[in-house]
């Protein structure tokens, strides 16, 4: 009987999945949010959560599991000393994946994968005032009127203010 198997391969032979998924675990542990495939994603959620979890022991032994998996020292100096500071209160759900549109081209599905602790709130972007439409229109009575008002009074306000400093 045929059993199913829980990881997806991902188009990759092994050694390129195990590097692939190592790739985006230390990358994610860097900036603490990435952008990939929603199965890349899903993958790399499994990996991270398995290694944070034993970064949680804090013990050497530990740290040498971590470094066979991930071999970059600043990843793994900051999952120590920042990450797990973090997370020490959390049992699992360290990380989040977010559904993103589709990418342009190939239509593959795409996903933002970021550590729950983490998340920012993005700054609100300064709100623009709406413009009169009458104003953007050229040619129209309205926007010609409106500017000889203007002109009228910026030259009553200019000659308001060089009375005033005489």
């Known amino acids: 009987m045929r059993k199913v198997k829980s990881a997806r391969k991902l188009g990759r032979t092994a050694s390129h999945r195990k590097a692939t998924l190592a790739n985006l675990s230390t990358q994610l542990l860097l900036y603490k949010?990435?952008?990939?495939?929603?199965?890349?994603a899903k993958e790399?959620?499994?990996?991270?959560?398995?290694?944070?979890?034993?970064?949680?022991?804090?013990?050497?032994?530990?740290?040498?599991?971590?470094f066979k998996k991930i071999r970059d020292k600043a990843a793994i100096r900051e999952l120590f000393?920042?990450?797990?500071?973090?997370?020490?209160?959390?049992?699992?759900g360290y990380t989040r994946v977010i559904k993103l549109a589709p990418r342009y081209g190939d239509a593959a599905k795409m996903a933002v994968i970021e550590l729950v602790d983490y998340h920012e709130a993005p700054e609100?972007?300064?709100?623009?005032?709406?413009?009169?439409?009458?104003?953007?229109?050229?040619?129209?009575?309205?926007?010609?009127e409106g500017s000889e008002k203007a002109e009228?009074?910026?030259?009553?306000?200019?000659a308001a203010a060089v009375t005033e400093e005489k």
Request: glycine content about 8%; proline content about 1%; overall charge positive.
């Open 33 to 40: 949010r990435i952008e990939t495939t929603e199965a890349k």
């Open 44 to 66: 790399t959620r499994k990996y991270v959560e398995k290694i944070i979890t034993k970064a949680k022991g804090g013990t050497v032994h530990a740290q040498r599991i971590i």
């Open 152 to 158: 009228v009074s910026a030259s009553a306000g200019e």
């Open 81 to 92: 000393e920042d990450i797990v500071g973090k997370v020490a209160d959390r049992n699992g």
């Open 124 to 144: 609100s972007a300064p709100v623009k005032a709406k413009q009169d439409r009458s104003k953007r229109v050229r040619g129209s009575k309205k926007t010609q």
